[in-house]
Each structure stands twice: as structure tokens, then as C-alpha cells.
């Protein structure tokens, strides 16, 4: 396939409108949460296991869905995938249970999950050599740009017309993204994909789950407190409603920022580099805004920072995960996406655990603290991937652990 450098090809632009509708459809609940455990009548801690069983559905299905269409043509699959999510979300809107909307969420993940794994894939192998971090970022920009627009609106429009109204709006962006996608998106040769007993050997791959360990704490370290970002920011900052709803903006507009600076950093200084920088920039970021909640202008600019740095290590994990595949496991690439797809999201089901626990037992504002011990802990795993790279670069010469 011919690759122009100089412009992002348009596939890629369709594989953002589709991230675009599933990052509402994620974070939404976030925004709603409070209006959506009154209507169902269940406890503001259950509630938020949307969040967290959402990510948890996402975490086992993906793998399990990619293995088995392993050798399905990727544009007629990723259809298939946004048709499922289209779906899901109508059911999400159609739901007078917590049962209802759970299972609605839960079909609506594994098609998620999968779409970003494969999707993933094709916007690197659309990309100019060596620049596929920057591919993925841009793939990954219409998720952040959801926390730019979607979610803050999505939340201003569900807590004062119900929170119904925006899973139907999501509905509409799937079939806008539907079309984009059987428009822009060409079809995607991809190396054969290995035997299904070699892709799951990356399962128990020291490499895989080491890289999969660091995408689980350094992005699970946010969730803890992001999960009830809403209630913290009306009963502990105290925030209106409404302004606590635009306050997402800020959040929102952090990650899309993040995300092109983190996937641009990558591709120019590594995605090690990358990763260690903002794990302890994040650490810093969470403890102050567990100091400083109380405080409305602190929390402000506290939010931007938060949101830059929680997405900015987006792409050079994914990144970071092809790569090792493709040194690793190359037969089981797409595999090791789905795997590293899962933990990411097993990463929010960790952290929205750990902060359910914690208002459960009414310590609501110590959550940023148990990101803060999550997000140093990834710099265990994340020392010890660079190490191997050190031995592989030794042994390879230099251009061994080149970008993807």
C-alpha cells in the first residue's frame, strides 16, 4: 500500500469518528451517575460499577472476540463491530433496570473492545513507517475529543433531560461512524495471523504481561477518583451541578491535548521515555489534587493537568504493546492489542474498585491517593521492560526496538 508521509490517511480519520461515539458511550455514565442511580434506585457505590463492569466485560471479551475473528477481513469486521455497538446503546437507552442497562453496557464493551484492538492495528499499518504512535494518537483523538464535547454535553443534557436522552444521541454518532468507516476506511491487507495456540501463548509471555502491567496501573491509576468525579466535585469542591458538568471541558480538553502531545512525544523520544516521565508527573498531579479539593481554582487547573497526563500515556502504551508484539510474538499481534485493550480497561475496573471501596466506607476524598500508589507502582513493570530492551539492543544492534 502506497503511504503518503505528509497526510494522515483518511481511513484513520473514520477509525476516530467511530472512537469518538464509543469514548461517549464509555464516560457518560461518569457525567450521569448521580441522575442514573436516583431513577434506577440503586446505591451511588453499585452505580458505579457501570463504569467498572463495563471495563471488566471489555477486558475479557476483547481478547476472546479478536482471537476468534482472527481471520476475518478487517473493514467488513470493524462494521460488524460498530453495527453491535449501535445496537448496544439503543438497549442502553431502552433500559428501565439497573439489570437492563448492566447487560446493555456489557454488549456494548466487547464491541468496544474489539473495535479499538483491530482498529489500533489497521491505523498503524495505514500509517508511515515509524510513525504509528501518531496514527494511533489520531485514532485515539476522537476518544479524548468524546471528553472534549461529548461527555460534558452528554452530562449536561442527561442530568436535565434525562439520561437516556444522550445513549440515543450515541446511537446516531455509531450509524454517522458506520458510514465513514464503509466510505473512508480501504481494505486493510494484514500479515497472517498465527495459529490460535500461538496467539495464545502471548498470554503467558513475560513481555506481554509486563507491558500489560504497566498499561493496568499507570492507567487504572486515575479511575479510583475519576469514577465519582462528579459527586467530588459538587460535595466536596462544591460545584454546582451544572458548572460540574462544564468542568468536564476542562478535563476533556486536557486529554485530547495529552493524547496528540503524548503520541507525538512518542514517536520522537521513545515511548519508555515517554511513559516514565508522566507516571511521575501523574503521581504529583493526583496527590495535589487530593490536597487541594476543597479549593475551587486549584481543582481547575488540577483537572487539565489530570487529563493530559491520565491520556496522555494512551498511545505510547498501545505503542508500546505493538511493538513488543511485533519483537515477541509477531504472529499474535492483533492479539497482544486486544490483550493490551484489556488492560487498559482492566485498569479502570481496578481503579474504580478500589475508589467504590473506599466511598463505600464514606473516604470519598482519599481516592486520588490510591491512584497515586497505582500510578508509582507501574514504574516497576515499566523499569523492567526497558532492562529486557537494554539485553535485545545489545544483542540486535541499534535499530532493534526501532518505533513500529
Known amino acids: 500500500m502506497s503511504r503518503n508521509p505528509q497526510r494522515t490517511h483518511p481511513g484513520i480519520w473514520a477509525l476516530a469518528v467511530t472512537a469518538f461515539a464509543i469514548g461517549v458511550t464509555e464516560f457518560i455514565v461518569v457525567g450521569v451517575l448521580p441522575a442514573i442511580s436516583k431513577d434506577l434506585d440503586v446505591s451511588l457505590a453499585r452505580a458505579g460499577g457501570l463504569v467498572g463492569l463495563y471495563a ?20 467488513p469486521l470493524l462494521l460488524g463491530l460498530v453495527s453491535v455497538f449501535l445496537a448496544g446503546n439503543v438497549l442502553a437507552a431502552l433500559s428501565n433496570s439497573y439489570a437492563m442497562l448492566l447487560v446493555a453496557r456489557i454488549v456494548t464493551a466487547v ?5 479499538f484492538a483491530i482498529g489500533a492495528t489497521v491505523a498503524a499499518r495505514l500509517a508511515p513507517q515509524g510513525q504509528a504512535s501518531k496514527a494511533i494518537a489520531t ?3 476522537g476518544l479524548t475529543l468524546a471528553m472534549v464535547i461529548g461527555v460534558p454535553l452528554g452530562s449536561l443534557i442527561g442530568n436535565n433531560l434525562g439520561w437516556r436522552l444522550p445513549f440515543y444521541a450515541v446511537a446516531a454518532l455509531a450509524a454517522l461512524a458506520w458510514v465513514a468507516t464503509a466510505r473512508w476506511l480501504p481494505q486493510v491487507s494484514m500479515p497472517p495471523a498465527g495459529k490460535a495456540s500461538t496467539q495464545l501463548a502471548a498470554l503467558i509471555h513475560p513481555a506481554i504481561l509486563t507491558m500489560m502491567a504497566v498499561t493496568v496501573l499507570g492507567f487504572g491509576a486515575s479511575f479510583a477518583a475519576f469514577t465519582f468525579i462528579a459527586p467530588i466535585l459538587t460535595g466536596i469542591t462544591g460545584f454546582e451541578p451544572s458548572t460540574a458538568s462544564l468542568l468536564l471541558v476542562v478535563f476533556g480538553a486536557a486529554t485530547l491535548v495529552g493524547n496528540l502531545m503524548g503520541g507525538a512525544g512518542a514517536a520522537s523520544l521513545g515511548w519508555q521515555s515517554v511513559l516514565r516521565r508522566i507516571f511521575l508527573l501523574l503521581s504529583a498531579t493526583l ?15 488540577l483537572l487539565f493537568a489530570w487529563g493530559a497526563l491520565a491520556f496522555g500515556m494512551s498511545p505510547a502504551c498501545q ?8 519483537r515477541y510474538t509477531p504472529k499474535a499481534v492483533d492479539f497482544a492489542s486486544g490483550l493490551n485493550i484489556s488492560a ?11 475508589g467504590s471501596a473506599m466511598v463505600a466506607h464514606r473516604h470519598m476524598a482519599l481516592t486520588p491517593w490510591a491512584g497515586v500508589a497505582l500510578v508509582l507502582l507501574a514504574q516497576v513493570p515499566l523499569a523492567r521492560l526497558r532492562a529486557w530492551f537494554r539485553v535485545l539492543l545489545s ?3 541499534p535499530g532493534a526496538w526501532a518505533q513500529p
Request: net charge positive.
Open 56 to 75: 471488566l466485560a471489555l477486558a475479557v471479551g476483547t481478547p476472546v472476540t479478536v482471537l476468534a475473528l482472527a481471520r476475518v477481513p478487517r473493514k
Open 111 to 115: 464491541a468496544h473492545g474489539s473495535f
Open 139 to 141: 485514532m485515539f483523538a
Open 287 to 301: 496527590a495535589a489534587f487530593a490536597l487541594l479539593m476543597s479549593y475551587r481554582l486549584p481543582t481547575v487547573g
Open 319 to 326: 505503542a508500546g504493546m505493538l511493538a513488543t508484539a511485533e
Open 344 to 354: 487498559f480497561n482492566l485498569g479502570i475496573t481496578l481503579g474504580e474498585t478500589l
Open 395 to 397: 544483542r540486535s544492534g
